[in-house]
DNA sequence: AAGTCAAGCAACCGCATCTGC
DNA sequence: CGCAGATGCGGTTGCTTGACT
């Protein structure tokens, strides 16, 4: 058809259909991830070399935790890992088997928008008829929450606040078997540099912020229970606000090597497998075959043919 | 049931870097 | 060495979905 020549030379844009991913995916198994500009050339496909890849390594790669919320364990390596060596979200899901950068990159903004809500909230008790609107998000987000006033960001009494809740698995991936967790915080005020939230301790800092203790809502059991809650155990105990700006040193983040974390280890970088080591490129998709070198049949040959249907699960570091 | 709003996600864009000629 | 194309990366946008009124 004279149509489909005209069609064949236009850049097609938006969602993938699942035709294109399996060209995909066919070019991938027949000549590796690369070449992406010769997937278009060749005529199999409407999409830009950089469309391709990028579907390929974001959707289509294997091994991606794809439709899985991030662990508390994963969340915490964000976290450091984004105070080392900032937003180089690449390097940063090296060590994190399975995410993507941009996973981590979305998964970071999206925890940027929130704390800034939370601390604007926290920061402005007499706007509260201005943030009707957040105050309902905060409902959704805390099964159970009553309203209570908006306060100012309070601060603990020095006595320890200490809690327990079970953690929800989300991945069958995960890597994480505790089923406690604890954190403890010393003073609330250590919590006002955004990077050291987790989840966990945005949920303290949105309870705190309306005259809830993080221990008396653990005790209606309405902690974030859709979101699996990070192995932390949280001793900060900063001093001043000098102290605080040296959140901006990317060696600062190992000031919390000693945070008490006995899951992980050690608080910073040295944390536990499968986080301990980036993961590399090659070694995405290609886990299992770690003897072989990366050659792109080399790449597929171990996996099953229905091995784009069914992810499996990724081994545990001891396996 | 319909409308509103925000979160999450997928994909695009522009720039930087790499690589081959 | 310089250039052009390919690839990688980070920022941004827009769509979808779900919670809520």
């Not at 979200?89 to 925890?111: M, Q």
């Not at 939230?197 to 993080?214: C, F, H, W």
């Not at 945070?259 to 993961?279: I, S």
């Amino acid at each position: 058809m004279e149509g489909n020549r005209v069609e064949m030379s236009q850049i097609r844009k938006g969602p993938w259909k699942a035709e294109e991913d399996e060209v995909l995916i066919n070019h991938v198994k027949k000549y590796g991830p690369r070449d992406w500009s010769s997937i278009r050339s060749k005529g199999l496909l409407r999409r830009t070399g950089k469309s391709c890849r990028l579907r390929w390594v974001n959707k289509l790669r294997p091994n991606l935790k794809n439709g899985c919320k991030f662990t508390g364990e994963e969340e915490r390596v964000v976290i450091e890992l984004q105070a080392q060596f900032g937003n180089k979200w690449a390097k940063i899901a090296t060590y994190l088997p399975g995410r993507t950068d941009n996973d981590v990159k979305n998964f970071w903004s999206s925890r940027q928008k929130r704390l800034a809500r939370i601390l604007q909230n926290s920061g402005t008790p007499s706007s509260s008829s201005s943030s009707s609107s957040r105050s309902l998000k905060v409902k959704k987000e805390i099964p159970g929450f009553h309203d209570v006033p908006v306060m100012e960001a309070p601060k603990l009494s020095s006595s320890m606040e200490e809690l327990s809740y079970s953690k929800e698995q989300s991945c069958s991936s995960s890597y994480l078997d505790n089923s406690q967790t604890t954190i403890k915080v010393e003073q609330f005020t250590d919590l006002v540099n955004p990077k050291l939230y987790t989840d966990a301790n945005i949920a303290q800092v949105e309870l705190m912020s309306r005259g809830k203790t993080p221990y008396a809502e653990a005790q209606s059991q309405v902690f974030f229970p859709q979101i699996p809650q990070p192995q932390a155990y949280l001793t900060l105990s900063l001093e001043s606000q000098d102290l605080l700006a040296k959140f901006e040193d990317p060696y600062f983040s190992q000031m919390f090597a000693p945070m008490d974390v006995p899951e992980l280890e050690g608080g910073n970088l040295n944390v536990e497998q499968p986080f301990l080591e980036p993961v590399t490129s090659s070694e995405f998709g290609a886990k299992d075959e770690t003897d072989n070198p990366m050659t792109p049949d080399a790449f597929f040959d171990d996996f099953p043919a229905d091995m784009f249907d069914q992810m499996e699960p990724l081994p545990k570091p001891s396996e």
